[in-house]
């Protein structure tokens, strides 16, 4: 296939490779992003305050121990739901054609959020089950963190030169991707959505945390982030070049994202009225059995 010129300092999308192994910035940003995630999970369960309008808290009502072992199954949820994800909402016909290519083609990129969400949502689940933990404040606590890693995939996105926008020859930032078989200037939507569902939706988030409070709420942290990607994302859809899975009536004016967005902000809206319906809780929402002032044994 002939490469089109890209129109900007193409950044190589493998860092390093030695033999047969590869190291690429999209796995890169995979990596990088659950352990900055768990690194901000843990500075929070360390300020208990956070998590209650007690004056005088006892402790947070998640472990240290519990966030590490909640991370591995997290990110297994992250991987192998959004490369299903992936495949079945984007790629369907490549179960049959292709079917190796669903597990081996992972590292040429190809994940879905919804699916990694869904993913990530049975892997919060039964582990939160498993420990007898609460599962709407484990939520809150994953979904505070969760926008630092989508920043970082869709920068991967941009790096990869995949995933990009409608085509906008007015437009003085237009770009054209190397890989685009149209060599059309289009907007760099990844770098929308970075902007949108990573920093945007992350500073949202910490205004609640550390201005209003929100973990105090369970499920509203859970709720804003839902809402939040729900509503960023369908608008970045505007911008983005639009999927071909739609019937062919709605092309051009819905997309995928969208649909798939519109039970996010549903979901998203419930969590936030159920939350502010009731009273913020003056002690952390421990589960039977659970010391809190034992959160950081391992």
């Known amino acids: ?95 049959w054609e292709r079917p190796l290519w669903v597990v081996t083609g992972i590292t040429e990129g190809g994940m879905s959020f919804h699916g990694g969400m869904i993913g990530v949502a049975l892997a919060l689940l039964l582990t939160a089950r498993a420990h007898k933990m609460p599962i709407l404040r484990t939520a809150d606590a994953v979904a505070v963190v969760t926008p630092i890693g989508l920043m970082l995939g869709r920068l991967a996105n941009f790096i990869n030169g995949e995933l990009w926008g409608r085509p906008a020859p007015d437009l003085p930032w237009a770009m054209t991707f190397a890989a685009d078989p149209l060599c059309l200037e289009r907007h760099p939507s990844q770098l929308y959505q970075a902007g949108l569902e990573g920093f945007a939706l992350l500073v949202v988030l910490a205004v609640a945390v550390f201005a209003f409070r929100a973990l105090s709420r369970p499920g509203l942290a859970t709720g804003i982030f839902l809402a939040g990607y729900g509503v960023f994302r369908a608008f970045a859809e505007v911008f983005r070049e639009p999927d071909t899975q739609m019937p062919e009536a709605l092309q051009g004016y819905v997309t995928m994202g969208m649909v798939l967005c519109i039970p996010m902000i549903v979901a998203g809206g419930y969590l936030i009225w159920r939350a502010l319906k009731r009273p913020a809780d003056d002690q952390p929402g421990v589960e039977p059995g659970f010391d809190p002032r034992v959160k950081d044994a391992s």
């Open 1 to 95: 296939m002939q490469m089109c010129p890209a129109s900007f300092d193409m950044i190589d999308p493998v860092i390093f490779s030695i033999g047969w192994f590869e190291l690429r910035w999209y796995a890169l940003a995979y990596i990088a992003g659950v352990f900055a995630g768990l690194a901000y999970v843990v500075w929070l369960v360390r300020r208990p305050g956070l998590w209650t309008t007690h004056p005088d808290p006892k402790g947070a009502p998640l472990g240290r121990a519990y966030v590490e072992d909640l991370v591995l199954w997290v990110m297994v949820g992250i991987i192998a739901g959004g490369r299903l994800g992936y495949v079945l909402f984007y790629q369907t016909s490549s179960l």
